[in-house]
């Protein structure tokens, strides 16, 4: 079974900068899409930024030229270092694990980081 957890959310300043981390056990983390979502009150989840296997990224809008996405396949961690950060980025974030299987995706979720941006 795969799990997931995030960290290094927290309150910044307008501005600021943080980076999430987010350590998968269990699966196989070397041939799963990793993906970095968020959920702003009363909003729906969004997705920010995404990670295959091979390394290729891709961003919402809203993220692109502020936020990166990596990952490092030998401690199974992806990361979201996020730059210039707006009161509109204060969300719950959640790292995802996606897989294909045979005959159905794999996906799983971590129980999220709060990030709060203080205008």
């Known amino acids: 079974q795969v799990q997931l957890v995030e960290s290094g959310g927290g309150l910044v300043q307008f501005g600021g900068s943080l980076r999430l981390s987010c350590k998968a056990t269990?699966?196989?983390?070397?041939?799963?899409?990793m993906t970095w979502y968020r959920q702003a009150p009363e909003k729906q989840r969004e997705l920010v930024a995404t990670?295959?296997?091979?390394?290729?990224?891709n961003y919402a809008d809203s993220a692109k030229g502020r936020f990166i996405i990596s990952r490092d396949n030998a401690q199974n961690m992806v990361y979201l270092q996020m730059n210039n950060l707006k009161p509109e980025d204060t969300a719950v974030y959640y790292c995802?694990?996606?897989?294909?299987?045979?005959?159905?995706?794999?996906?799983?979720w971590g129980p999220g980081t709060q990030v709060t941006v203080s205008s």
């Open positions: 269990g699966g196989l983390f070397t041939a799963a899409t």
């Open positions: 995802q694990y996606r897989r294909k299987l045979i005959y159905r995706w794999a996906e799983h």
């Open positions: 990670i295959t296997p091979d390394g290729n990224t």
